[in-house]
């Protein structure tokens, strides 16, 4: 049997994978994003162990890596305010944590 077709699904479901992750970026459904970056990340991973693709087929590929990186760029950019609104508070936190181990002498 011909690896091709099932090298190229595996390509558009990881593609598929990608779109949905953006999706679930713009509407602000991290922990949905978080889930199927496990699954991106398995199905990539699974990519080591196919066969390399015919000519034929090498631009069906660069087509759906040039989905997969715009959706990847996009997520990272949709990312980046909730990563620096997070260390925000996580900043705040650790400064409150000093400040009342320093006045009340009682918190490790």
């Keep these: ?19 949905r992750m953006l999706s ?25 162990e196919l066969d390399v693709l015919s000519v ?11 989905r997969i990186l715009d959706d990847d760029a ?3 950019r949709l990312a980046m305010p909730e990563l620096e609104r997070l260390s925000g508070l996580l900043g705040n936190m650790k400064r409150q ?3 009342l181990r320093t006045y009340s002498g009682t918190l490790a």
Aim: charged share 30%.
């Design 56 to 66: 034929e087929d090498r631009e069906a590929r660069r087509e759906l890596l040039s």
């Design 24 to 48: 679930e970026a713009r509407a602000n459904r991290w922990d949905a994003v978080v889930a199927l970056g496990e699954q991106y990340h398995q199905a990539v991973e699974m990519l080591r």
């Design 74 to 76: 996009n997520i990272r």
């Design 97 to 99: 944590h000093r400040v």
């Design 1 to 19: 049997m011909n690896d091709r077709p099932t090298l190229i699904s595996h390509y558009q479901a990881i593609a598929d994978l990608t779109g």
